[in-house]
């Protein structure tokens, strides 16, 4: 199979299920920005150190990965169509008790906290902002054509987590968390 297939290279694209739509499309800038931010979580966790105490977040990322690939999947598939593996209500439950579990572990936050620190942290800042991005695209698409609410649900809530996480790597690394007042 190859890589390339030139069937792109007149600015249209395929949805699942293979309808047409330009590049620049409310849904493709949706899913896209999904697959962005998978690649900067991945980036992430590739600055991680690779020891025993990381397994249990890179075994959550795992997780959140895989589903940001399902609402990449589901964002890429039109209205009409059925849905592989649909975002539930139970994946923004995971998160929150995800986000309590970790938040459990650090300081109240008592200013802002500006992005940076371990490079783990500084990366997962990104994502965040990537999620929230993807997020925006998301209600954008929703207001033209059916999108699942939980999806967007998701997004939102991911975003918190990998705030959360963020401020965890920089905590179990020894990094100072820059913020406002420093």
Not at 27 to 36: F, I, K, L, P, Q
Not at 51 to 61: A, K, P, S, V, Y
Not at 118 to 134: I, Q
């Amino acid at each position: 199979m190859k890589i390339y297939t030139k069937s792109g290279d007149k600015g249209e694209t395929s949805l699942v299920y293979g309808a047409r739509v330009p590049k620049y499309a409310d849904r493709v800038e949706a899913y896209g920005t999904c697959d962005e931010a998978n690649s900067v979580i991945g980036l992430a966790l590739s600055t991680l150190p690779q020891d025993d105490q990381w397994r249990e977040l890179r075994g959550f990322f795992h997780i959140v990965q895989t589903k940001l690939f399902h609402i990449g999947a589901e964002l890429a598939t039109p209205a009409d169509k059925k849905v592989g593996w649909p975002i539930q209500e139970q994946d923004v439950l995971d998160l929150e008790a995800q986000i309590d579990t970790l938040d459990g572990h650090l300081p109240p936050l008592t200013n802002f906290v500006l992005p940076g620190g371990h490079p783990s942290a500084a990366a997962l800042h990104v994502a965040r902002t990537v999620v929230r991005r993807a997020e925006r695209k998301a209600v954008q698409l929703s207001t033209a054509e059916e999108v699942n609410a939980v999806v967007i649900k998701y997004l939102n809530r991911l975003s918190d987590y990998l705030f959360v996480a963020a401020r965890y790597v920089n905590s179990k690394t020894g990094n100072v968390e820059p913020n406002l007042h420093e």
